[in-house]
């Protein structure tokens, strides 16, 4: 397995990322679904201009990370960028509404959801 | 640079309708057969990635873990399966040692159900995996990847992993696709009968 961030120099995540290191972390998941709203455009950061030409059908910020070699936290910034632009839209999945802290029990999907689930498994 | 993990991103495209990206994580210790179950059943070729967790969010418990250092990093395969026009399930395979629960909260919240993979020539590496799960209140099955040693009795592996009657417990061979689909289906039966009491008006 190659393992890209632990041999790059840290300064690279740095500038990748304008020096950020917080991002409202609630609002993108690691499979929300990435959607590019428009082409890239000349003097784009890289970075940007990749997400936008992966995007171009629905794609999980974790397979965005893997694309990029960026760790899941650099992409959320990342794509945090484009949302603010409106270069992107996210589909952020309807499961992690409720936090899971709240009575210390994980909340389950609904039935109807899960059954769903069943049947797309059945067809493997 | 190797080009193999964006192939099957790009070859493999999510139809335009999906809208809902569903998680389920398979937690094992290493050599277990996490990454071969994912690519049994996955879509595309299990991708790699990783999460780095910088000092400033590290709790105060786990000074002692990371001590010296500035990040930890924690690396993840996972794989995909379109389950409908609107929804995709994400298999996410995660190592079971101690850092890699720092980062639950932040990469698998809204996690369906995990599968806790078991060698039983390891079975102590799952004793964390379990309290873990159960820690964040995780609902999971257990299974038993079969590696061709003895014979163990399901009420052995039970009483070793000091399992509840409530936890599944099944026998799987994680290369074979149908094996490994078996294991998802019996999770979310699980699930599914977990939810149906859970939402009983």
Request: charged residues 25%.
């Amino acid at each position: 397995m190659t393992r890209p961030v632990d041999r790059e120099d840290p300064d690279r995540l740095y500038i990748v990322t304008g020096g950020r290191s917080r991002v409202d972390e609630s609002s993108i998941d690691s499979v929300s679904l990435i959607v590019s709203e428009c082409d890239p455009t000349p003097g784009m950061q890289s970075e940007h201009v990749k997400i936008l030409r992966m995007c171009t059908s629905p794609t999980a910020v974790v397979e965005i990370a893997a694309e990029l070699r960026l760790p899941v936290s650099v992409v959320k910034i990342l794509v945090c960028d484009l949302l603010d632009t409106g270069r992107i839209t996210a589909r952020h999945p309807s499961t992690t509404a409720v936090p899971a802290r709240a009575n210390s029990k994980t909340r389950l999907p609904e039935p109807a959801v899960l059954k769903q689930v069943l049947v797309g498994l059945e067809k493997l | 640079m190797d080009l193999k993990s964006s192939d099957p991103v790009t070859s493999s495209p999510l139809p335009s309708t999906v809208n809902n990206a569903l998680k389920i994580v398979i937690v094992g210790g290493f050599g277990v057969g996490k990454t071969t179950m994912v690519r049994s059943v996955s879509e595309i070729r299990p991708l790699s990635t990783e999460e780095v967790m910088t000092r400033a969010g590290v709790g105060i418990d786990d000074a002692g873990e990371v001590k010296g250092k500035t990040t930890t990093t924690v690396a993840f395969d996972f794989g995909r399966i379109t389950l409908n026009e609107q929804m995709v399930l994400y298999l996410f395979g995660a190592p079971g040692q101690q850092r890699f629960w720092f980062l639950w909260d932040r990469l698998f919240s809204g996690t369906l159900g995990a599968v806790v993979l078991v060698d039983t020539r390891r079975v102590q590496d799952s004793w964390y995996a379990i309290d873990r799960l159960e820690h964040h209140g995780m609902p999971f099955i257990v299974a038993r990847n079969d590696f061709g040693g003895p014979e163990h009795r399901a009420e052995d592996i039970r009483k070793a992993l000091d399992l509840s009657e409530d936890v599944p417990l099944i026998e799987c061979d994680a290369r074979q696709r149908a094996s490994s689909k078996k294991v998802l289906v019996t999770l979310v039966n699980h699930l599914y009968s977990l939810s149906t009491r859970e939402h009983a008006p």
